[in-house]
């Protein structure tokens, strides 16, 4: 049995991408499981994608993993999810979401209970309601009565989108709230943090989700870094100053290098840092080709480990 470092399971996406400086001429592999699950295989662990996706786009996703030793546990759907997005203006810090397909919603039962087991860590990382809050505890619950000891961790974008004829919009699901309570690692964005918790404070949302019961509270804040909280702490961490070119899926390149930090030294502010650091490199290039280079990451994580803030 594989013992894979990161299962991420989660939809992935061929989306179209705009931004004020580049625009994809097709659609390119996307997705939060898709590009964490590539953080972790370039990094050099072992990674494995699990989600549904169409007969159309299924050889190219597959081969395009197949460069990077992405392993994928793909089940078969009417078509394959993606969205068309445009950033609102040139920091690029929200964007809006039209959707040009919709995958159907993953089978949790399905999934192989050893591959889950074998794991290192999980991620759950839907892009558009594919999993169901009520199945994400279900299983955690499931996996943690069968001995498991992993990490597991929650992108929660697709659990608070809802579709208004095809532009995305995000909402309060309060379910949310018992998922937190039994993970380890809940990691929103700003803009999420706020429709979640329903403050613009990234302090206050990390220690709301502590107080709920995750190990470890981030929001990311695109290049003003980001926010942790564990052991009654926060702390400010900051981004690597680089040349934007696209910001999309940098928030799902930094969760699955905070797993694979973490996993390895079992500190999570280092590993802030280093997700940081390697979420810089998503930002310089469009689509699942980015480089991630572990000594290049390194190098940029020791130029960030000294500018952490404590912030309360």
Known sequence: MVKYTLAAIGNPVLDVIETPFVKTD???LSGC???????????GGESIIIGTI???????AEQ??????????FYESRETGGFYLKYIDERMNDRILEVIGRADPIDIEKIPRDTL??????????ILDEISVADSIKLIRELRSEGYDGVTLVDPQGYIRVLEERTVRRVNNPALFDLI????VFKPNEHEAKTIFGTEDPVKAVKKMTELGAKIGIVTLAERGSVICFDDKVYGIPAYRTIEKDPTGCGDVYGGSFLYYYLKHNDPLEAAVFASAAASFMVES?????????KKVFQRFEALIDK?????
């Open 26 to 28: 097709s659609r390119v």
């Open 33 to 43: 499981s898709t590009n964490a699950g590539l953080a972790v295989s370039k990094l």
């Open 54 to 60: 169409g007969r159309d786009f299924r050889k190219y």
């Open 64 to 73: 395009k993993l197949s460069e990077y030793n992405v392993k994928f546990l």
């Open 117 to 126: 087991l074998g794991s290192r860590s999980i991620l759950l990382g839907p």
């Open 181 to 184: 309570g039994v993970v380890d």
């Open 286 to 294: 469009v689509g699942p080709d980015f480089n991630l280079d572990f």
């Open 308 to 312: 952490i803030k404590r912030l309360e």
